[in-house]
Nanobody, 117 residues
């Protein structure tokens, strides 16, 4: 079985920074796309950022320049650096990975990020 474990959420004041990480463990033959999504109360889950296995990145337009996604393949880990945080960034953040041999989507348990004004 594959498990994704997230860490790094918490409470921060507006303008501050947080770093999230997510590590996959279990039977892993390879990982294609890694990504971060978020879901605020009463809203649908939305893509924050994704990164391909060759390092190509994709960001939600509203987050470009403030968030940075990266990955360390040797550690099966994806990171999200969040700067200049705003109260509207408050949400539960989930990591997502497409993992071989099945290439199905796996999700982390979610980590709460709260930005106070």
């Amino acid at each position: 079985q594959v498990q994704l474990v997230e860490s790094g959420g918490g409470l921060v004041q507006a303008g501050g920074s947080l770093s999230l990480s997510c590590t996959a463990s279990g039977i892993i033959f390879g990982i294609n796309t890694m990504g971060w999504y978020r879901q605020a109360p009463g809203k649908q889950r939305e893509l924050v950022a994704s990164i391909s296995n060759v390092g190509s990145t994709n960001y939600a337009d509203s987050l470009k320049g403030r968030f940075t996604i990266s990955r360390m393949n040797a550690k099966n880990t994806v990171y999200l650096q969040m700067n200049s945080l705003k109260p509207e960034d408050t949400a539960v953040y989930y990591c997502n990975m497409k993992i071989a041999p099945t290439w199905q989507d796996y999700w982390g348990q979610g980590t709460q990020v709260t930005v106070s004004s």
